[in-house]
Structure formats: C-alpha cells, structure tokens
C-alpha cells in the first residue's frame, strides 16, 4: 500500500432539496476543481428558512485530496 500526503480544504455544499443532495452537490462542484478527491466529512449541517418552510438545505464539510507526487 502507498503512503499518501492528503490536504483538506473546507467547502459548504447546498441543495433545495436535501442534506444527502448539499453533500453531493458540493463533492461534485469540488471534484471538478480539485484533483483526487478522496474523501469527506461533514462538521455542520444548517439550512435556511422562508416562510416558516426550509428552503436550503447547508452542510459543511471538510474535503481531503491526495497531493500528486
């Protein structure tokens, strides 16, 4: 197995419609910017509200790439 030397970058992924879709959303969005995203994880969740209704969906979240050797 090979060593790796990761960075992690903080991004917050949104969706109309879920936190499963915030999280994809924003691994899409970073997966086309950074190279050999590898992982993630999730430190918040929040959203935002309109009308007494959730309208936004917002999840923070850590986002690991391996650096190219």
């Known amino acids: 197995m ?3 030397v ?7 992924g949104t969706s109309d419609v879920s936190i499963d879709e915030a999280i994809k ?10 190279k050999h995203v ?11 509200v309109r009308g007494g209704k959730v309208a936004q969906f917002q999840v923070v979240m850590k986002v690991g790439f391996r650096l190219e050797e």
């Not at 990761?6 to 917050?12: G, Q």
């Open 38 to 48: 590898d992982w993630f994880e999730v430190l918040e969740t929040r959203g935002n």
């Open 2 to 4: 090979e060593n790796h």
């Open 25 to 34: 959303n924003g691994i899409d969005r970073a997966s086309r910017t950074l």
């Open 6 to 12: 990761y960075k992690k970058v903080e991004i917050v």
